[in-house]
């Protein structure tokens, strides 16, 4: 019987890698959190980890023994690293520094955790932590995409304020965070329901320093999307341009133009339970995006547009097809539009708000919406996007249940 048979939350043999960032002070209570919500956690820590918390501290908190390094004479009499390897469900390291994240994606094993990587056939979780430079160095950046192309799950990083005094993406997830994003509790309302969504603007070349885009931050997809994981949902999120870190989500997958959208999507979609259009889609594009830059020579200038892909409609008439949520954003006759937008493309669930006024809408923190199905509506006042992102994903998850139960 496998692990995940024996125990009731998957990945409940959970081994901790921590590295030696100052993010390791969090990996204490990291601990405690997951250990809360049913695994049993045991912890490696690199020598340089050992240098910002004795690891005495991890034996105290997981109740096991702490392993720090690779040919420890006790251990290894039974090749304890490789039993390691085999016990654990899923391998979590948290902080990855850009240091490990570098050695993982090159496959070094010249220590403990990094032996165990390659060693376990455990999913591997990845929670960044570093300064924010480090984070954006294309070195780092690239590391990323190759331990995503393997198949590692990345949560976050966070943004913020950093030990260093910088401000910027970097920052480790809070430990609540991580530990809901990888064990979500099996009572959630929408455990193992698969959740494709997408959020952000799109940007549509003009030529290539141009683009025609608009002024959605994304804000609301990406609060929306970490709502969706605590309520049990595994979540691809594929997402335009942002400036927003990384919610802990099983896939993200980064797009440009609305042309790219549609390919992620439409490669994903029938493999979802629920889909959720949130992303601000450019209706048109440039039919022949210039090759050079345009120069400002002329009085004035014209650009052919072209429609665009209508990724919501596409995937609403999927026959069989998920469960199909999309929103509108209208700057007058709000519900009149939503309404026919909801009858139109065959939607399940539509959120609506108002743009263009005084709160509320692109680029602001606070947001309200009217949510309508067929047969009924609800009223989400103006509160932050993470609250509201909170209350839609309930209602979500009640109108799915809702359809699911009638279906049955």
Known sequence: MSHQQANEVPGSN???????????YKSVDLVRRLKERGAEVRVVMTEAATGFVAPLT???VSGQPVRTTLLD???????G???LARWADLLLIAPATADLLARLAHGIADDLLTTLALATEAELVLAPAMNQAMWRHPATQANMETLRGRGARILGPGQGEQACGDVGPGRMLEPVQIADAILARADGPLDAVRVLMTAGPTREPVDPVRFLGNRSSGRMGYALAEALVGLGAEVALVTGPTALPAPPVAELVRVESALE????????????DLF???????DYRPVEPAGRKIKKDAGELSIRLVRNPDILAEVAALSPGPFTVGFAAETDRVIAYARGKLEKKGLDLIA??????ERGGFESQDNALTVLWDGGSRELPMMTKTR???????????????RHAASA
């Open 276 to 282: 959720i259009g949130a992303a601000a889609v450019a």
């Open 73 to 79: 004479p006790a251990a290894e009499a039974g090749m």
């Open 261 to 272: 959208m549609h390919a992620a999507v439409m490669s994903r979609a029938s493999g979802c």
């Open 14 to 24: 959970l081994l901790l890698g921590v590295g030696g960032g100052i993010a390791a």
């Open 388 to 402: 509201l992102a909170r209350e839609l994903a309930v209602l979500i998850a009640e109108r799915y249940g809702e």
């Open 58 to 60: 991890f034996q105290a």
């Open 352 to 357: 609506a708000n108002q743009v263009g006024g």
């Open 81 to 83: 690293h490789i039993e």
